[in-house]
C-alpha cells in the first residue's frame, strides 16, 4: 500500500496570507490527525477528522481549521499568517478498528515558511 | 491535560552501547507510542503499547502503567540509529508528545 503522502511538501508565505496543505492517507484509512512541529514547543496536535466530522481539537486558535473529504482526504487551512506558525506540518492516519486503536501512520510532512 | 516528560533530552554515545530513553506521564493513558524522527522530519511509528513489551529486531519497548513510566532500549546501537526518539500518549484530545530525545551514535 502507498503511504500517507502530504501536499505541498515545502511552502514559502507571507505573513497575512493563508494555506492550505493537504494529507491523502493510506487507502483504507478513515481517519486523519494535523500536528504541527516548530523547535520551541515541539510536536503538538492540531485535530483529528474521522468520517469528514472532526472528532478532537486541539488548543490552537480559530485560524488554524480542517476538513475530511468523503474519499477520507484531508486539508488544512490556516488564514492570516503569522510568523509563528512557520512549522513542519504532520498528518498521521488510521483505520481504527475501534477508538482504542490508536497506532498512527504518519506522512513526510510539510515545512511552512511563513516571512 | 498529560504531562510527558522524556529523558535525557540529548544523548551521544559509542556504535554497540546499550541505550535507554525514558518517558513518564502524568495521567493514565490508553496506549504510549514511541515515534523516531529523522533529520529531514519524516516520523516512523516504532512501537504502540498499552501493557507489558514489545521487541522489534534490536528495539525494545516496555512500559510500566503503575508507574506511568516507559522506557526505549536499543541494543547494539548504530550509528543509523541517530535520530530524535518521541514518546506520546494517548488520551481523549489526541496525542501529547514528550519534547525528544536527541540521540547521536558514533562510530
Known amino acids: 500500500k502507498a503511504g500517507v503522502t502530504q501536499t505541498p511538501r515545502y511552502l514559502i508565505k507571507t505573513r497575512g496570507q493563508q494555506v492550505t496543505l493537504s494529507c491523502s492517507p493510506i487507502s483504507g484509512h478513515r481517519s486523519v490527525s494535523w500536528y504541527q512541529q516548530t523547535p520551541g514547543q515541539g510536536l503538538q496536535f492540531l485535530f483529528e477528522?474521522?468520517?469528514?466530522?472532526?472528532?478532537n481539537k486541539g488548543n490552537f486558535p480559530g485560524r488554524f481549521s480542517g476538513r475530511q473529504f468523503s474519499n477520507s482526504r484531508s486539508e488544512m487551512n490556516v488564514s492570516t499568517l503569522e510568523l509563528g506558525d512557520s512549522a513542519l506540518y504532520l498528518c498521521?492516519?488510521?483505520?481504527?478498528?475501534?477508538?482504542?486503536?490508536?497506532?498512527?501512520?504518519f506522512g513526510p510532512g510539510t515545512r511552512l515558511t511563513v516571512t | 491535560k498529560n504531562e510527558v516528560e522524556q529523558s535525557p533530552q540529548n544523548l551521544t554515545a559509542q556504535e554497540g552501547e546499550f541505550i535507554t530513553i525514558n518517558c513518564s506521564y502524568s495521567?493514565?493513558?490508553?496506549?504510549l507510542h514511541w515515534l523516531q524522527q529523522h533529520p529531514g522530519g519524516g516520523i516512523v511509528s516504532l512501537f504502540m503499547l498499552s501493557s507489558g513489551k514489545k521487541k522489534h529486531g534490536r528495539l525494545i519497548a516496555t512500559i510500566n502503567i503503575q508507574e506511568k513510566h516507559s522506557s526505549l532500549h536499543i541494543t547494539a546501537s548504530h550509528p543509523r540509529d541517530s535520530a530524535v526518539y518521541i514518546c506520546a500518549v494517548g488520551g481523549a484530545d489526541g496525542l501529547t508528545f514528550g519534547k525528544g530525545t536527541h540521540l547521536i551514535i558514533q562510530p
Open positions: 498521521a492516519s488510521r483505520y481504527p478498528r475501534d477508538r482504542a486503536d490508536q497506532e498512527q501512520y
Open positions: 477528522y474521522f468520517s469528514e466530522t472532526q472528532r
Open positions: 495521567v493514565g493513558i490508553s496506549a
